[in-house]
């Protein structure tokens, strides 16, 4: 029997497993209602610690199209999480005896990953906090291959609030694994965050360029363009001039909403948003551009544009339901779309010892401190950049020590490279690191 | 195949289908367990704005009767909605790929019409504001029907607050086009207002008369009591004296209760209410009536005639089990009731230009505006009074425009019922009028 | 056809009864996906006045796993309610014509007793307020008898706060109804109420005594622990020293969390809590112990015991799914396991006249008086002590009335005796009697 496979992060799926689920998710929507014998007497539960009701319904559709049943905790962060039952036990139980399958929505970035630890059951992430949504991003990929037959080499606008959309995140990493080109066109101030553009660079070789997007419009009257694409760069320089790259015709305008849920003081006051409308797709580089939107929009996309045919908002999200059945069964087992393993991502390692070094303060792994290990997760390979596992985010830390030698190092000495992942501790001062009996080394450490 | 039928008001059903639908709902009645084949594989959302748990629970056991899945947003005000997501956005998404029908239940008056307009699956009106709530009055006219064998000439008593019951306004409409006969016992101060009255007189030529009470007892000892009924004049000649009609053998009490929750002041303090109970109940007239009440009831039916067999308020709760399966079945054409055509309502218009004249403030066209397109509907002949297509309510306003002949008249102008009905546009003042650019039209304008 | 049964206590059930369904639930868990026949078409009701998820998921993934339907308020308090509707009401309609079988969870004592009395199919209590949970107890006592094949004669720790939980407190009375011995280790100042002990006295001849705890170890380092045990006299003599029973091999713990949402003030700072851990569980009595817990814990069980093998309370958690399968599908007729006789529990009765005697706050018939005749229960024979048949609280009074002879005595007089017990009427005060017409009987009256 296989091993239990989990949805996390998008980068739990590869490129092959992903145009197997296009191709099912494909053929569920011909006829959505003759599927219902696939998953019969099998159990789907939503635990939604914050209520999400459209990524909840589209779920729960698809499973009962599979014939399956479903229960739903539509709203846990008011029930027996009042208790004070940590998420670790919850999934313990419903993973386990009541559902074959868990959808978990949270507002702990990690949360997800935790759950991974404590189900018995696959677990799919529906959203943790401001860190992965990764059915979304498969939403939005299966909606783009639907129209255009590929992902690989389109050129896809992305606009609006770059910095806090985590969808617009993920979706640019995944866009970069398929070989897709990103134009960004942000809403001034909300400017793509250097850290995902320096993923792109290491994970992908994206190589971002200043654009001239005089042919985008109105659209980009006010950013600054910057194209993201994983050409080399003598194929760039045929057709580059001295002000950068010039954008010609898109094939998908990927528009998001200021996320002012995901940060208290609101980005910029209604009116200065950018908006897509019909004067903005009039630009000569929009003319098949189809337009895409994770919903909920607001004033962000005008309803003049609603009844374009380039306008697949509501098409996208329509096709989340075929596209979740074609999930479900696959992580049920009724269909075959998984591969045995997983694809091997970044390694992960528990931390031995010391305090947690994860400082985000919505991290699942400080909410929820009985019953998670801190793990450590290194990415790139050059600079020294251990992340937490869970949320993602680079941890803060002034030291590192081997819990073999017992030395300790500044972060940034040479030394640290030769301590082997799974030895390395993280402390914010020298005092953490000796009060734990670590002493500081002078020399590099021989690996240990 | 047919055009999507929708079902916001009793109105959107002819006699005919709602006969139907009876006859399949008794058939239903009989073992309900056994039709779980009829909607295998279909699927229903509850999308409820406000929560109603009969209303949902009735129409979601029907629907696992008919062998369907259910999807449920019970409490819609604090989810998708906290994102700003638009109801038309919802509907166009859950009314789509998520639900072969949906069930709406929503605080603004007009809501159910508005989604018919961006769904793509029938919507089934579980009540909108104080406007229509068509289930509830199937029930009721179901219920009687099974009880009487017939609606037609039936006597039935309408009690307590007739003024804010949008129950009984809907019931009285419906007992009329069935041409049966109405009593009206208001709770002082609470009594049918005068647009009903008006309406029932144009539309079904009933004509209201005061009505000598004595038989009617307890029930009637404070109540200036009224007489509503499709008879001819020289009918009614035959068997009224100079006090007005006399209340004889009542087929029917309905009781209900002070809509407390529609209006912020709570209309009388709860023991001066009506209350009807075994003393009144031992009128003579009401030897054989059956005792009704759209539930939940709270004071005005009192416990102690629960266990009499006239009190059938339980029983038609339950009734609304079957007619809800013989209603889904038949509105995702799985069993043959309605016909193809959509029964004749009034003609609806959409207003070519100006603001929005309807002064409702939660009325959907003026809580959503962004989506909704006002329209109108011409009610009666004689006196020119268009209506809120959304909410039902009287237009307000002191001036019309033609938009072809750039006149614009007095309300009360002759001139006006020459314009044809497509073509009006609707002033506050004649300021608005000439800021669009139309004039004062001295003479009645030829027909545009 | 068989009279309607319903589980409102774990009284309901006799003990072959149990044992049935012990052996069903053991079938239905070697491959709870198989049985999606038994009841398909039937619809059960989850009635959720407060919201508990993991119960309410339990039954649910249970009626789901059988192939029925569900129904879910998952939260009453804030929908129909707050229109005044009364519990009886709901359930009329509900567990009328909605559903098949209602699972009721309410915050008033007797709520579960009260909806019997107005349903017309099967009710199961889902908890009410700090009165019954009967589907725990037949998960705890199901888990038991999983794991040692029987519970006659077990000895089982009871740890905690066994003052506040109704948990604790019926899984005591079932395990004496079984056969079991329970040793008792609270929290000080938690110790087991005096009347739970003199029913266990009274009704299953149990008899506590001091014990010596010295191999409980640390767990019971700060309490005084009392042995219960159904066994003669003359056996016990056989191994007690004037220290009391020794405490040896144990076969079970069962540690409780504070209730502090049944009791306003924080019974303990947490820190000062007993904690089941490493520890207390290397003590030489508790080699062999399984670890047992109704969920959710906070710190009372440490997660340093999660993996031990001995810790079962998340198995016991999941075997809550096939055990309610078979209870549902038992009380809607699916499987035989329930005589058609419910086990003559103690005898109830109106009480004829006179206001409602039990003063409990949250006893439903206090909180929903409307509906409620209040009904009384003996309990034990010797002392005249009648019990609330909702609440089970002993009633207070000072005067019992005969409605017979009109004559009314103080409550310890020996003429109470000899009134039918339901004859019997309860005063508060002489005046009441006297108020209501009452004589004071200067003897014992003669049987009535």
Redesign the interface.
Known sequence: MSPIRHLVSIDDLSIAEMRRLFERAREFSVE???W?HLC????S?SLFYE????TR??F??AM??L?G??????D?G???A?????LA??V???G?????LVVLRHSSEGAARLATEYSSVPVINGGDGSHEHPTQTLCDLYSLWVERGRIEGLDVVLAGDLRYSRTIHSFAYALARFGANVVCVPQPGFEMPEYVVRRLREEFAIEPMRANASRLGELASTSDVVYLTPQKPHQLSLFTDAKGWKVGRVDAVYMT?PQT?RHPTDPSDPTSYMQLGKRAMSADSLRDAVVMHP????DEIS?DIDADPRSIY?KQ??????LRMALLAAMLGEIEVLDPEQPRGAEVHPIPEGDNPCEAPSCISRTEE??VTPRVRFQGRAPHRPACAFCSNDLTFAFVGCTTTRHYHAADSPAVRQIRPDHQVFFPDAAAAEALGFVRGAQPSPIA
């Not at 209520?51 to 459209?54: E, I, L």
């Not at 386990?96 to 074959?100: F, K, T, V």
């Not at 919903?295 to 607001?298: A, G, K, T, Y």
């Open positions: 959505p209602q003759s219902s019969r007497g099998r159990i539960a209520s999400s009701t459209r319904l589209s729960e559709s009962l199209r014939g049943g479903v229960i739903t905790a539509a846990m008011n029930s027996s009042s208790k004070g039952e940590s036990d919850t313990r139980v419903v386990g005896a009541y559902a074959d909403r849920e919903l909920p929009r607001r309803a509501f999200a329509a096709r989340g339901v075929p009985r019953h």
